[in-house]
């Protein structure tokens, strides 16, 4: 079955940069969407990006401009670089992903199946 863990949360400071990974197993398809989400407390999750198997990236108005989704194919990994760091990005961070037929629209307002545990980023 898929697994999805993420790694390289921590304390960052405002306006330094983190990278979080994604680590995916279990993949039997070679077509997905994947995304990364993220939820403060007190507050509901928001989609920060998404990117599908074509490499094709969907990035809200409201996060574009410090978040960078990518994905490594080869090591099955998907990471998310935010650059910039503001205090109101501290928040767990989660991906996710989703099985989908070639060509299919891959945002952060679909669906998705598979989640992992979430990676905490706390700003000082």
């Known amino acids: 079955h898929v697994q999805l863990v993420e790694s390289g949360g921590g304390s960052v400071q405002t306006g330094g940069s983190v990278r979080l990974s994604c680590t995916a197993s279990g993949f039997t398809y070679s077509t997905y969407c994947m995304g990364w989400f993220r939820q403060a407390p007190g507050k509901e999750r928001e989609g920060v990006a998404a990117?599908?198997?074509?490499?094709?990236?969907s990035v809200p108005d409201s996060m574009k401009g410090r978040f960078t989704i990518s994905f490594d194919n080869a090591k099955k990994t998907l990471y998310l670089q935010i650059n910039n760091v503001k205090p109101e990005d501290a928040a767990m961070y989660y991906c996710?992903?989703?099985?989908?037929?070639?060509?299919?629209?891959?945002?952060?307002?679909?669906?998705?199946?598979?989640w992992g545990q979430g990676t905490q980023v706390t700003v000082s």
């Open positions: 990117i599908d198997t074509d490499g094709d990236i």
């Open positions: 996710a992903a989703e099985i989908v037929p070639r060509g299919i629209l891959c945002t952060v307002d679909r669906g998705f199946a598979y």
